[in-house]
């Protein structure tokens, strides 16, 4: 390769590094919550354990601390107390047991082994589990000093309080959750918009593979969702126990009251995107200005979105999504066949369930589309 020719291809790699770069700072800057309870819950669990109980060998405090921390980033607050009961329940049961056996690479195995059996009897799972096995791993290669307490009891409560003061600096400083919340929402929210005008344009342009690709792009969605579902219960729990969000709980709550009718509406945009294909696949009349009904569906979708984040009330959105649903029904032909009524239906279906989003009871969506 001429030297010429290999300048370009080095500019476009630093590019590409600088980018790698950029977004590592990035991630950086929105985990400073995360370092700064790093460093507090760290100091402050050994600074107690060492200090205020004189325990000596307090690793296991800072760890608990950061397993707590780290390994528990996202968890609900009942998998985030089952973590420090399974390191704790593996410091205790590690230390008991090589009180009998002693210390070794046979005994090193037994120990692990039967901190399984116990951890698993006890009801530990998954991530606890593992954490409850990789405690009596150190415990069985770390040798106490001489003339130190009995340390399966100070281990013990060692990892307690590493597990404590973990917990504690998620609630004294706490992730915003309604940013977070609203961050997964308002990206569903984009793509199923998305999904809408593309399927609209399939109807335009009476191009049968655009729908194909909306159903694709709606059929992906599902891990969003799932997502979206799982963030949901965490934030509900952070706006419920951490003092500092409490303001936000009613926020909060709104959008987690959408999250189901979400998922309804991206199943019925999966059907709508099938229909549209069938219809067109088979050469059936496309039913004029349903593109613009489901084009209007897309607009009330981005207005919804921005009344979301803002706290705003819903009635534009709210009217766009009633004249969607009126549109879809006048555009069905007079000789209509079974895909163009279900192209309308499901328009109806989609305005329906984010109507619902905002919020509207059974009783007025059935007054207000009733066409």
Sequence with gaps: MSPARDIPLRRLHLRRSEGTFRDRLHILRRRWRLLL??????????????????????FFAPISAIIVLIAGAGLRARTLFELVLGVSTGVLVGELI??????????????????MIVGILVGLKGLALTQAATSSVLLATVIPVAGAANPASTRFIDALI????????????????????????????????????RTAQALRTVDASLAD?????????????????????????????????WKQRGHVETYVATVRDLDNAVRDARVLARKTSALLRHGEHVPPDMDLAIDALAKAIGIFADDLSQQDAFDEARQELIEAARMASAALPDAMTMNSASIAAQVRSLAADLLYASGFTRDEIDERLEF
């Design 37 to 58: 309870r790093l460093s507090l819950a760290t100091a402050a669990a050994y600074y107690f354990a060492t200090h205020v109980l004189d325990h000596q060998q307090a």
């Design 98 to 115: 090589i009180l009998v056996i002693g210390r070794g690479t046979w005994q090193l195995a037994l120990v692990i082994v039967l901190t």
């Design 162 to 197: 590493g597990g404590v003061f973990g917990l504690a600096t998620i609630l004294l400083i706490p992730r915003n959750p309604v940013r977070d919340i609203d961050r997964e929402v308002q990206q569903f929210l984009t793509q199923l918009a998305g999904i809408l005008s």
């Design 213 to 245: 690709l909306a159903l694709d792009e709606a059929r992906a969605m599902q891990p969003q969702v799932e997502s979206m579902t799982s963030t949901a219960a965490n934030v509900t729990e952070i706006a419920r126990m951490a003092p500092m969000r």
